[in-house]
């Protein structure tokens, strides 16, 4: 069966500090993979998503950057984090039909 | 992926049905109906999807209008852990463009 992986599950960063977050899935081949970030109280942004290896859209214009070394690797990264970025981070893929997310990182940057 | 409109909340009594609306006026032929929900402090799950013909599983039933212009999440008897975020989203029957948006959704709230 397929799974998905996402680590870790909360994290607290000073401003300016790096970023990395992963996500990995298993059980699957060359599925479409999508990060999001969500708010306190708010909806569902999408951020990045990806069809292939390399293959990497933004949706929106921000301070983080998103990678795929491998078939079912989706990292989320970023150089300096901002304050604003603090939030719910969640990973997930999906192949034709329905998506399958992870549970999620909650982000503090302080 | 075709916009949805979905009112902002709901209210239910438990052990009542619910039915949770979604308008779709701008849906092709192409897009399928996808059903998600988000519980507090965890990532969405899949509810339940369709194309033209209703559709049951186990935790809900979708209707799907005639024209396809509109669609309805059916909870048959709503239990307190049903409250929760739902999100109507369309997808592409291919699957094939990456992208795959999310609207506001309806919070709905469930009575004891």
């Known amino acids: 069966s397929q799974t998905i992986h996402q680590w870790p599950a909360t994290l607290v960063q000073p401003v300016g500090s790096p970023l990395s977050l992963e996500c990995t899935v298993e059980?699957?081949?060359?599925?479409?993979l999508y990060w999001y970030r969500q708010a306190a109280g708010r909806g569902l942004q999408l951020l990045f998503y990806s069809v292939g290896i390399g293959q990497i859209s933004s949706e929106v214009p921000q301070n983080l950057s998103a990678s795929r070394p491998q078939d079912r690797q989706f990292i989320l990264s970023s150089k300096k984090l901002l304050l604003s970025d603090s939030g719910f981070y969640l990973c997930?893929?999906?192949?034709?039909?329905?998506?399958?997310f992870g549970q999620g990182t909650r982000l503090t940057v302080v | 992926d075709a916009k949805t409109t979905q009112p902002n909340s709901m209210e239910s009594n438990e052990e009542e049905p619910v039915h949770l609306p979604c308008n779709h006026s701008t849906i092709s032929g192409t897009d399928y109906i996808h059903w998600y929900r988000q519980l507090p402090s965890q990532g969405p799950e899949y509810v339940i999807h369709?194309?033209?013909s209703n559709v049951n599983n186990r935790m809900a039933s979708l209707a799907i209008a005639e024209d396809r212009k509109s669609s309805t999440l059916i909870l048959h008897r709503a239990t307190l852990r049903d409250a929760a975020v739902y999100y109507c989203?369309?997808?592409?029957?291919?699957?094939?463009?990456?992208?795959?948006?999310f609207g506001k959704g309806t919070k709905l709230s469930v009575k004891p």
């Open positions: 997930a893929w999906s192949i034709q039909t329905e998506a399958f």
């Open positions: 369709g194309l033209t």
């Open positions: 989203i369309l997808r592409d029957i291919g699957g094939s463009q990456g992208n795959l948006i």
């Open positions: 059980g699957t081949s060359n599925p479409n």
